[in-house]
């Protein structure tokens, strides 16, 4: 049965906003986000997993107080036995162990908790656009939908208007209390998860903290042969790398990825993705300098970024190969540097790093800032990601309980929530001792079926599919001092604050002229710009020119789509 979209007063809402506020107190305030609180090193031994986000600060505070306050009653979800169905995305890495989604122990153990039996329809990354498109042309919606606004042709804006989606904001302060709590606390993660009119229009997942935990590394054993220091400029890359040439006889001085994501950040432009892959799921050829949005083909520094590019793969600094090797997630990347013939190279996943895999035995291996220009300055384009997630849920016209539906997606948000979304089912793929500490159990670390770490988490977990508080170290629990250095080392020198914030929406006019452009502006630039660092194209000569159809092929068009969203956003 399809709802009427419902239209609330903003006099409504804050009615409604005020009665779930009015009780709280300092100490229910505490839940909030607050980066400067979390504390990434101490949270996987002081904390347990129902409080990801709360540090010594907050406990030495609350020590202070005469009487702890009441906490607030669980919200019953359902008073009666409930059904409802969800279409979801079975993640890439776990889909060859799961054979019904809601087998999966976190939704069964949710059914006990919540007295709520969600049935899936379900879709593989390769089979999604097509099962997406049919469900939303078939008018027979599930009551629960993943990922609208990447998966719907003009993202949730476009499906209210279509009624795919319903509108949350009359129901949600009364149903959604535990939620709406969380993404309050601050200002910019709020502004992130409303629509431009203030309409709640999905559920989504929402980080603690971001933790920066890629980057560049280099053989500081290396370093130590020639003598110099762990390099933060440009110019002391090209000094380090020109000394593992010359000196050490490396083949691969600096072991570069094929898809040019690497160092055109520290010219102050974004790290163009020159390959269809794209991880970061927004256009990484536009970023946004302070308000303004720009694009780097159309900026000097871009030209600058592939100029010295160019010339370190003239001059041996980089490896010639690097095109056809692959990225550093494949073995044939890994296996350069695990044999000791590369001196700096990217690390996507610091569990890759223990030094077993290294041929010899004095490797000793650290982090290296993110490059700049200039010492001193600080590059706005590193690996933090946005507190914001890709795992949302939306409550689609076919509903005919949205109430209900809310009050199952607010359960993510409660203690029992939090804890089953993020670890899984205490006592079987976790478990605290005496003290409190929490640690993941052999289950997980030591599969005995086989499944590695990453898969066994993701396994019992639902980290994955479902929106909750999620715990950023809940994949750091294996970090000992080396791991937090590089962690440390990478976020003290970058931000991502330049980035285009996946927050950010186009509206349907935006989408249309957005997507009649991107594709060709892509295609041209994969064609061109590994053709310029190779030396196949004369930068010197020809770069105006590739300028120039990039702006014919609609670059500018893209910009002002983009800066219109930006704008919208910022006046939230």
Not at 178 to 194: C, N, P, Q, T, W
Not at 200 to 219: C, E, F, K, N, T
Not at 430 to 449: F, I, Q
Not at 537 to 548: L, M, N, P, R
Request: charged share 20%; glycine share 6%.
């Amino acid at each position: 049965m399809k709802r009427t979209k419902k239209r609330c007063s903003i006099l409504l809402v804050l009615a409604l906003l005020l009665t779930v506020w009015s009780g709280c107190s300092t100490a229910d305030q505490a839940d909030s986000l607050s980066s400067s609180d979390f504390q990434m090193k101490t949270s996987q031994i002081s904390a347990t997993p129902a409080e990801p986000e709360q540090s010594s600060k907050d406990i030495s505070s609350a020590s202070t107080q005469e009487a702890e306050p009441t906490p607030e009653p669980m919200m019953v979800v359902s008073e009666e036995p409930a059904a409802m169905q969800m279409f979801v995305c079975i993640p890439d890495h776990i889909k060859q162990y799961i054979n019904k989604m809601e087998d999966l122990d976190g939704f069964v153990e949710a059914e006990t908790l919540t007295n709520v039996h969600m049935d899936f329809s379900t879709a593989s990354n390769e089979t999604l656009a097509d099962q997406f498109g049919l469900m939303v042309a078939s008018g027979d919606y599930p009551d629960l939908c993943s990922n609208v606004p990447t998966n719907y042709s003009g993202g949730l804006n476009k499906a209210l208007a279509d009624e795919f989606i319903v509108d949350l904001t009359e129901d949600i302060a009364a149903n959604a209390p535990d939620y709406l709590r969380f993404v309050s606390g601050e200002d910019m993660i709020h502004k992130a998860i409303v629509n431009d009119d203030g309409q709640y229009l999905a559920v989504y997942q929402v980080a603690s903290d971001a933790i920066v935990d890629q980057g560049w590394l280099i053989r500081q054993d290396y370093l130590d042969q020639v003598h110099l220091d762990i390099p933060e400029t440009i110019a002391e890359w090209e000094t380090v790398l020109t000394a593992f040439r010359d000196q050490l006889g490396l083949s691969d001085p600096m072991l570069l990825r094929p898809n040019l994501e690497s160092i055109a950040s520290a010219w102050g432009v974004a790290d163009y993705m020159a390959e269809a892959s794209n991880p970061m799921n927004y256009a990484t050829w536009l970023y946004n300098e302070n308000g303004t949005v720009k694009t780097v083909f159309l900026e000097d520094g871009y030209r600058e970024f592939l100029e010295t590019l160019a010339q370190w793969y003239d001059t041996g600094l980089i490896n010639r190969d690097f095109v056809s090797r692959g990225g550093e997630r494949d073995n044939a990347y890994k296996s350069i540097y695990y044999s000791g013939e590369a001196g700096i190279f990217y690390c996507n996943n610091l569990s890759d790093m223990s030094l077993e895999n290294f041929a010899g035995d004095a490797v000793e291996l650290k982090a290296i800032p993110y490059p700049v220009l200039e010492k001193g300055q600080i590059n706005q384009f590193g690996a933090k990601r946005d507190r914001i997630r890709n795992a949302s849920i939306s409550v689609t016209t076919g509903c005919s309980d949205v109430p209900l539906a809310l009050r199952w997606l607010n359960f993510w948000f409660t203690e029992d929530g939090v804890n089953l979304a993020n670890y899984g089912i205490e006592g079987k793929s976790w478990e605290t001792d005496a003290a409190g500490n929490w640690a993941y159990t052999d289950l997980v670390l030591h599969n005995p079926d086989g499944m590695s770490e990453f898969e066994a988490r993701s396994y019992f977990s639902l980290a994955d599919t479902i929106p909750t508080k999620l715990d950023p170290t809940r994949e750091t629990t294996g970090y000992g001092d080396w791991e937090w250095s590089c962690v440390d080392t990478w976020d003290s020198t970058s931000t991502a604050a330049y980035r285009l914030s996946s927050a950010l929406a186009l509206n349907e006019e935006e989408s249309e002229t957005y997507n009649s452009h991107a594709t060709d502006i892509e295609t041209y630039a994969m064609e061109n710009l590994l053709k310029f660092v190779t030396g196949e194209q004369d930068i010197v000569a020809q770069y105006q020119e590739f300028q120039a159809t990039c702006r014919s092929l609609g670059a500018d068009a893209c910009v002002d789509a983009y800066q219109s969203a930006v704008t919208r956003f910022n006046n939230r």
